[in-house]
C-alpha cells in the first residue's frame, strides 16, 4: 500500500505560480496511475490532472489546462503539480491521490490519498 504526502502549498497573489509536489512511500508510483484533486469551501472535490500509469498520458480539467502541467520523477517516486498563471479561484486544498486500475481520470477510480494541502491565491 502507498502513503502520499503532499506539500508545497501557500498564500501567493493572482498570477503568480506554485509547485506542489507528492511524495511517495510504501510502493513505487509506477504501479500506479496519479492524479491531483482540489476541493474548495462548499464545494465537491474535483479532478485538476493526472497521468495515467504506463504510457504517462495526461489529463487536465478544462479549468487549469494551459496553466497547470502534471509530471512526475520515478527516481524521487514523486508527482509534481507546475500550476502558473494563478487565479483566485484557484484557491483550495490540493490532495494528492493513486490508482491501481479504472480510468484515470475519474475520481471514483483513486483508493489512495494524501492528507492535502491548502493552497490560497489572493486576488
Known amino acids: 500500500q502507498v502513503q502520499l504526502v503532499e506539500s508545497g502549498g501557500g498564500l501567493v497573489q493572482g498570477g503568480d505560480s506554485l509547485r506542489l509536489s507528492c511524495t511517495a512511500s510504501g510502493r513505487t508510483i509506477s504501479t500506479y496511475a496519479m492524479g491531483w484533486f482540489r476541493q474548495a469551501p462548499g464545494k465537491e472535490r474535483e479532478i485538476v490532472a493526472a497521468i495515467s500509469r504506463y504510457a504517462g498520458t495526461t489529463y487536465y480539467a478544462d479549468s487549469v489546462r494551459g496553466r497547470f502541467t502534471i509530471s512526475r520523477d520515478y527516481a524521487k517516486n514523486t508527482v509534481y503539480l507546475q500550476m502558473n498563471s494563478l487565479k483566485p479561484e484557484d484557491t483550495a486544498v490540493y490532495y494528492c491521490?493513486?490508482?491501481?486500475?479504472?480510468?484515470?481520470?475519474?475520481?471514483?477510480?483513486?483508493?489512495?490519498w494524501g492528507p492535502g494541502t491548502q493552497v490560497t491565491v489572493s486576488s
Open positions: 491521490a493513486a490508482a491501481t486500475g479504472g480510468p484515470y481520470y475519474y475520481t471514483i477510480s483513486y483508493q489512495y
